[in-house]
C-alpha cells in the first residue's frame, strides 16, 4: 500500500510539519510513504473558464497534474491542515480549485482510481472543536468530489507550535493505527 501526506500548510517547519512527520513515521512502518508540502509547488488560482468542463483538463500548465499523480499512486491520502481563518489555508484552497478537472461535477472529467481512501487531520489554536470540524468538512468535501472514500479525521485544537504536539504525539499515534 502507498500513502500520501499533505502538509497542506504553507509552513515547513511548525506545527502541521510536525504532524506530518509523525503521520509519516507511523505510517512508514506498514505502507510506503510519500509526503509532500503544498507550497513546494506552483500552480496558480482557478480562472473560472471552465474549460475543464469540456475537456477534462485545465487551460494552465504547471504543477497541479504533478501533484495529482500523486494522488493517483497513493492508496491512502492523508490532507493535515492548519486552519487560516477558520478554514483550510488559501494555498490548499486554491490548489482544491484547480483540481475541477478531476471533480466528479461534470462530465468529462479526468478520474484517479477508485476505491482510495482518504484521512483529514485539523489543527486550530483555540480551544473549540467547531473550527477543526469545518476544516474537516472542507477537506471531505474535496475528497467526494474526487470519489476518494473519506475513511476518518482527527481534530487537534489548542495547537499553535511545533512544542505543542508533544503531549498530543500518542493521539496521533493513535489515530494512525487506524489508518488502512
Same mark, same amino acid.
Given at each position: 500500500? &502507498?500513502?500520501?501526506?499533505?502538509?497542506?500548510?504553507?509552513?515547513?517547519?511548525?506545527?502541521?510539519?510536525?504532524?506530518?512527520?509523525?503521520?509519516?513515521?507511523?505510517?512508514?512502518?506498514?505502507?510506503?510513504?510519500k509526503t509532500i508540502c503544498i507550497d513546494d509547488y506552483q500552480f496558480g %488560482?482557478?480562472?473560472?473558464?471552465?474549460?475543464?468542463?469540456?475537456?477534462?483538463?485545465?487551460?494552465?500548465?504547471?504543477?497541479?497534474?504533478?501533484?495529482?499523480?500523486?494522488?493517483?499512486?497513493?492508496?491512502?491520502?492523508?490532507?493535515?491542515?492548519?486552519?487560516?481563518?477558520?478554514?483550510?489555508?488559501?494555498? %490548499?484552497?486554491?490548489?482544491?480549485?484547480?483540481? $475541477?478537472?478531476?471533480?466528479?461535477?461534470?462530465?468529462?472529467?479526468?478520474?484517479?482510481?477508485?476505491?482510495?481512501?482518504?484521512?483529514?487531520?485539523? !489543527?486550530?489554536?483555540?480551544?473549540?472543536? &467547531?473550527?477543526?470540524?469545518?476544516?474537516?468538512?472542507?477537506?471531505?468535501? %474535496?475528497?467526494?468530489?474526487?470519489?476518494?472514500?473519506?475513511?476518518?479525521?482527527?481534530? !487537534?485544537?489548542?495547537?499553535?507550535? &511545533?512544542?505543542?504536539?508533544?503531549?498530543?504525539?500518542?493521539?496521533?499515534?493513535? %489515530?494512525?493505527? $487506524?489508518?488502512?
Amino acid at each position: 500500500m &502507498k500513502a500520501l501526506i499533505i502538509n497542506c500548510s504553507p509552513v515547513k517547519t511548525g506545527a502541521t510539519a510536525e504532524i506530518t512527520r509523525i503521520v509519516s513515521a507511523q505510517l512508514s512502518e506498514k505502507m510506503t510513504v510519500k509526503t509532500i508540502c503544498i507550497d513546494d509547488y506552483q500552480f496558480g %488560482f482557478c480562472r473560472g473558464c471552465r474549460s475543464c468542463h469540456l475537456s477534462a483538463k485545465c487551460i494552465l500548465e504547471d504543477d497541479v497534474p504533478v501533484i495529482m499523480k500523486e494522488f493517483e499512486r497513493a492508496d491512502v491520502i492523508i490532507c493535515v491542515s492548519p486552519s487560516y481563518w477558520a478554514d483550510i489555508p488559501g494555498q %490548499f484552497k486554491a490548489f482544491i480549485d484547480r483540481c $475541477t478537472p478531476w471533480c466528479n461535477t461534470h462530465e468529462p472529467h479526468a478520474t484517479i482510481p477508485a476505491g482510495e481512501k482518504g484521512y483529514s487531520i485539523a !489543527l486550530r489554536t483555540g480551544p473549540g472543536m &467547531k473550527e477543526c470540524e469545518r476544516i474537516i468538512s472542507s477537506i471531505e468535501h %474535496f475528497y467526494g468530489h474526487l470519489e476518494i472514500v473519506s475513511s476518518g479525521h482527527l481534530g !487537534l485544537c489548542s495547537v499553535e507550535h &511545533k512544542e505543542d504536539i508533544i503531549p498530543r504525539r500518542q493521539e496521533i499515534i493513535d %489515530f494512525c493505527s $487506524t489508518v488502512i
